[in-house]
């Protein structure tokens, strides 16, 4: 049965947030091409930290390395948030600590099986959940835009080889209260984030790595396959991959279990 319509409301988010509603500026669009690009929009207008822009229906969502992001209202909760930091705060582990805080606050909220895998997926037993979407907006030093889409049921429509490897929640979820959720997760995450960098999230990411000392391949347009075993991350949010000569940082990648 389809699931019965549960539209966004920025009265629910704010109630639902409590005292940190003040720190959030919630909008929500009933369609828009992608939450992402027109926050980055607002973001070089000037729009304050804590903007959030929430969409009913993405016309041109998208993942990282220019993947489209498939949704269907209801089935989806996607949004952005802009976040500006202080001077001199460096961006790298940004999408780790941002998947700390999806799978803490998804845990909190009774789901289990889950795991991140570097640098911005978070699985649950083995299938993509959500997926998040970091910009740095152009010429705005210490502001980024942060783009998050989790599946809530998987939509009829999804293609049957993105079916094979997507997953949604298990529990029946109130989109708005989901989303406050979210946002407070992040409040806390990203307060960290600001103040210590990633290494303060170093150990909480690690303890959720899907792929932690197990075989790996590491996968570029650019290099020929690499293939070891992860250990882990670095302070900066590097994977850590060792191989049998030596112990590589990878900093950009797509990551796949090697077959045995």
Same mark, same amino acid.
């Given at each position: 049965?389809?699931?019965?319509?549960?539209?966004?409301?920025?009265? @629910?988010?704010?109630?639902?947030?409590?005292? =940190?509603?003040?720190?959030?500026?919630?909008?929500?669009?009933?369609?828009?091409?992608?939450?992402?690009?027109?926050?980055?929009?607002?973001?070089?207008?000037? %729009? $304050?930290?804590?903007?959030?822009?929430?969409?009913?229906?993405?016309? %041109?969502?998208? !993942?990282?390395?220019?993947?489209?992001?498939?949704?269907?209202?209801? %089935?989806? =909760?996607?949004?952005?948030?802009?976040?500006?930091?202080?001077?001199?705060?460096?961006?790298? *582990?940004?999408?780790?600590?941002?998947?700390? @805080?999806? @799978?803490?606050? =998804?845990?909190?909220?009774?789901?289990?099986?889950?795991?991140?895998?570097? $640098?911005?997926?978070? =699985?649950?037993?083995?299938?993509?959940?959500?997926?998040?979407?970091?910009?740095?907006?152009?010429?705005? $030093?210490? &502001?980024?835009? +942060? *783009?998050?889409? +989790?599946?809530?049921?998987?939509?009829?429509?999804?293609?049957?080889?993105?079916? @094979?490897?997507?997953?949604?929640?298990?529990?029946?979820?109130?989109?708005?209260?989901?989303?406050?959720?979210?946002?407070? !997760?992040?409040?806390?995450?990203?307060?960290?984030?600001?103040?210590?960098?990633?290494?303060?999230?170093?150990?909480?990411?690690? &303890?959720?790595?899907?792929?932690?000392?197990?075989? #790996?391949? +590491?996968?570029?347009?650019?290099?020929?396959?690499?293939? !070891?075993?992860?250990? !882990?991350?670095?302070?900066?949010?590097?994977?850590?991959?060792?191989? %049998?000569?030596?112990?590589?940082? +990878?900093?950009?990648?797509? #990551?796949?279990?090697?077959?045995?």
């Amino acid at each position: 049965m389809p699931a019965a319509h549960d539209p966004l409301s920025i009265p @629910a988010v704010a109630t639902a947030l409590g005292a =940190l509603a003040v720190r959030f500026d919630v909008d929500v669009l009933a369609e828009c091409a992608s939450t992402n690009s027109e926050l980055m929009r607002r973001a070089e207008a000037g %729009a $304050p930290s804590g903007t959030v822009l929430a969409a009913e229906r993405q016309t %041109a969502g998208r !993942g990282r390395m220019g993947r489209t992001w498939f949704a269907e209202p209801d %089935a989806s =909760l996607a949004f952005s948030l802009l976040w500006r930091f202080a001077p001199g705060t460096q961006p790298h *582990g940004l999408s780790l600590g941002v998947g700390v @805080a999806l @799978a803490e606050t =998804l845990e909190s909220l009774g789901e289990t099986g889950l795991a991140l895998k570097w $640098p911005n997926d978070l =699985l649950r037993d083995g299938r993509k959940l959500a997926g998040v979407l970091i910009e740095l907006v152009p010429g705005v $030093p210490h &502001a980024a835009v +942060i *783009g998050i889409g +989790i599946n809530l049921r998987l939509p009829e429509s999804l293609p049957e080889d993105v079916r @094979a490897v997507a997953t949604a929640l298990d529990g029946d979820y109130k989109r708005s209260e989901v989303l406050a959720s979210l946002l407070a !997760g992040l409040y806390g995450v990203l307060t960290t984030f600001g103040a210590e960098g990633f290494i303060a999230l170093r150990q909480r990411w690690i &303890a959720r790595c899907a792929h932690v000392d197990a075989p #790996v391949q +590491i996968l570029s347009e650019f290099a020929s396959p690499l293939a !070891g075993q992860c250990i !882990g991350v670095d302070v900066d949010g590097a994977l850590l991959v060792e191989t %049998a000569v030596c112990v590589q940082r +990878i900093l950009s990648g797509e #990551v796949s279990l090697r077959t045995q």
